[in-house]
């Protein structure tokens, strides 16, 4: 699947605004994130369990 594919969404915590933003794509294999002011730069893919782990720390976080 390439990441033109793949239906990308943005945190509702970015607001409206769209600055510094990243947005993530759910695929079955992997998680897509790319920034949203360059979406044609590429996407960093991390397992789910991995992607899982981190917004669990950055949840603990807030």
């Given at each position: 699947m390439t990441t033109t594919e793949l239906?990308?969404?943005k945190?509702?915590?970015?607001g409206s605004s769209g600055d510094n933003c990243v947005e993530i794509a759910i695929g079955t294999e992997?998680?897509?994130i790319r920034d949203s002011k360059?979406?044609?730069?590429?996407?960093?893919t991390l397992?789910?369990?991995a992607w899982a782990a981190f917004t669990a720390?950055?949840?603990?976080a807030l």
């Open positions: 239906t990308w969404f945190s509702s915590y970015s992997a998680v897509h360059d979406t044609q730069r590429g996407s960093l397992p789910p369990d720390r950055m949840r603990g």
